[in-house]
């Protein structure tokens, strides 16, 4: 024999199904931007807890975002000299003027070279004495310590790292050569150091993605519990899971695009603070490089990070805990 209760909430859910099957996708819109509108209404009404909670949002999507900005920056720095071999040839200093020249027209006529330059001790000491704003120490010297370099730039099919190293070696065992530098050298460390700078951002960008769940997922438990007896009374009257799951999930949705900005102002607003001792850094060795702010493509990126992040963390929380609400 059936129950009256039973065929009631029967009833009740076969005329929900057909409603939700003649609902237009317009009407569907409506009635999701209508929940959404709940959600950010509830938000507001509750701003002081609802902005911490986005603000520790925000300063956990700072990070990892200053820090792939920074290394961006460095590398971009780095990007003019990435590819481009260059030999430093330091001259000892029993080789004369003459003797440098000579060894200049020797070297060019090398196949494997495309151009060298001389640079003698006096241009060195002057160009050190313009760039590094020591001129008036310098002129206590009483001797020019710098020696004879020779700047020497291969051809394209010896700038590779073994043609380079190779060519280095040669330069080593000339009679006029003291030291014999590969310049490419600091830039491929700085390229591996990069690297691994970029793994351990990752790193932290993985746990702090977790923190941002865990944040979130709390903060939606929270609303769960306050909200426990009106979850009660609108699964009394036959709402289901998917109904009383909806505003949360929105409200997680709120949360992440809420940090994201917060998160947003906070890079943009530390590297405005940083690119005036930056420029003034670099008007020092006569170069242009500014730092480069956060772009609108990585502010986009951002943005779809924290609602993803908002979206999941509300979405474990919701499933973990509107199972254990029913109604009495």
Known sequence: MNR????????????RNRLRRLLSPRTWLQLHASVALD????????????IMTAAVIGIALAMPSGLYLL??????????????????????????????????????????????????????????SQRSGFAEALETLERNPLPTVLIVQPVTAHTRPEAAEALRDRFSKLPETEVAQLDLEWVQRLSAMLDIARRGVLVISSLL???VLLVIGNTIRLEIENRRDEIRVIKLIGATNAFVRRP???????????????????????????????????????????????????LYLLLGAGMLLGLLGSWLAVGRHLSDIQPR
Do not use: C
Request: net charge neutral; charged share 15%; proline share 4%.
């Open 71 to 128: 290394l961006d920056n460095v590398d971009r720095l780095s990007g003019s000299w990435d590819g481009q071999a260059s030999l430093s040839i330091f001259l000892k200093d029993t080789v004369t003027p003459t003797a440098a020249s000579q060894l200049v027209k020797t070297v060019q006529g090398w196949p494997e070279i495309g151009s060298v330059e001389l640079i003698t001790p006096e241009q060195a000491l002057a160009e050190f």
């Open 4 to 15: 009256p209760g039973k065929n009631k909430r029967h009833s009740q859910y076969h005329w």
């Open 39 to 50: 959600s950010l209404g509830r938000m507001l009404r509750n701003r002081m807890s609802s």
């Open 248 to 298: 949360f999930l929105y409200s997680g949705l709120w949360y992440g695009a809420l940090g994201a900005a917060f998160a947003w102002i906070l890079v943009v607003a530390g590297f405005l603070l940083l690119s005036a001792p930056v420029a003034k850094l670099a008007g020092l060795y006569q170069s242009d490089f500014s730092l480069q702010t956060l772009p609108f493509q990585l």
């Open 209 to 211: 993605a977790l923190a």
